[in-house]
C-alpha cells in the first residue's frame, strides 16, 4: 500500500462511513482496484479510529451533556444500550456468513439496492414529530436491528438507521443525532475486534502511509457529517439513493 493508495482509501473511509452509501461496500471494490485481497488490519483499525474521533468531536455537545447530567439522561443511555444490542447478536450468531458475503460482488450488489431502497422510501415521510426525549424502547430496538442488517456489506449503516428513525416519525435532526450517538459503540466495537485479530501485522506501507490515511479518514469524516445533516434537515436524505442504485446496477452487470 502506497501513499496515494492511502489517503484515497482513508478519504473513502471517511466520507462513506457516514453518508448514506456504504462505508464496506466502497471499501471492498477500492481494494479490489488496488488489488489488496483484503485491508491491511491496522490500516484497517486506523481508519475506524479517526471516523470514531470525527463523530465524537462532531457530536462533543450532546455527549458531554449526557456525562454531566446523567440522570436527565438515563433513559437516552438505556436506548442506546438497547440499540446496539441486536449488532451484537447479529454479529456473533452469523459472523462466519457476514465474512463469507464479503467476497461477493452479487452481496455487493444486492446491499446496495437495498440502501437504495431504504433511502427513497424517506421521500414519502413528512418531518416527525418526536424529539430526541420522546424515543422509546420500540424506536430504539427497531433502529438497532436495522444497525444490526447494516452488519452485511454495503448496507449503509447511516443509511439504515436513520431511515428507521424516520420511519418511526421522529424529527429529522433527532434522528441524524440518535444515529451517530449509537455508531459510537459500533465503531468502537468494530475497532476492538480489530485489534484482537491483530496478531503483530506490521504496518502496511511504512509509517507515513497509515499517518496520512488516519487524518484523510478524520477530516473527510468530519466533513460528510456536515454534509449530511444539512441533506436531512433539508429534507434530502433520498437524494443519496440515486447513486446507490447506479452503484447497484454497474456491479450488478460487471459481475
Not at 467476497?103 to 414519502?124: E, I, M, V, Y
Request: proline share 2%; glycine share 6%; charged share 15%.
Amino acid at each position: 500500500m502506497d501513499i496515494i493508495q492511502a489517503i484515497i482509501l482513508g478519504i473513502v473511509q471517511g466520507l462513506t462511513e457516514f453518508l448514506p452509501v456504504s462505508s464496506s461496500g466502497h471499501l471492498v471494490l477500492f481494494q479490489k482496484m488496488f488489488k489488496l485481497e483484503e485491508a491491511p488490519i491496522f490500516f484497517d483499525t486506523l481508519l475506524h479510529f479517526a471516523t470514531l474521533l470525527a463523530v465524537v468531536f462532531y457530536l462533543r455537545k450532546e455527549i458531554l451533556d449526557i456525562f454531566f447530567n446523567l440522570k436527565k439522561n438515563i433513559n437516552l443511555i438505556w436506548l442506546l444500550f438497547l440499540g446496539t444490542l441486536p449488532a451484537v447478536i447479529f454479529g456473533l450468531l452469523f459472523k462466519d456468513f457476514i465474512e463469507a458475503s464479503f467476497s461477493s460482488l452479487a452481496w455487493l450488489s444486492a446491499g446496495f439496492f437495498t440502501t437504495a431502497l431504504l433511502l427513497f422510501a424517506t421521500k414519502f415521510l413528512k418531518e416527525g414529530l418526536k424529539d430526541m426525549q420522546k424515543i422509546n424502547w420500540k424506536d430504539s430496538l427497531l433502529i438497532g436491528i436495522f444497525q444490526a442488517i447494516s452488519i452485511l456489506p454495503s448496507i449503509s449503516r447511516s443509511g439504515a438507521t436513520i431511515s428507521s428513525a424516520l420511519y418511526r416519525n421522529i424529527k429529522r435532526d433527532d434522528a441524524f443525532k440518535f444515529s451517530f450517538l449509537l455508531s459510537i459503540p459500533a465503531i468502537f466495537g468494530a475497532m476492538v475486534l480489530q485489534i484482537l485479530d491483530f496478531n503483530g501485522n506490521k504496518l502496511n506501507g511504512g509509517l507515513l502511509p497509515n499517518i496520512l490515511g488516519f487524518f484523510a479518514a478524520a477530516i473527510f469524516g468530519f466533513l460528510s457529517l456536515k454534509i449530511l445533516e444539512k441533506m436531512i434537515t433539508r429534507g434530502k436524505f433520498h437524494y443519496f439513493a440515486f447513486y446507490c442504485f447506479v452503484l447497484g446496477l454497474l456491479i450488478l452487470i460487471f459481475i
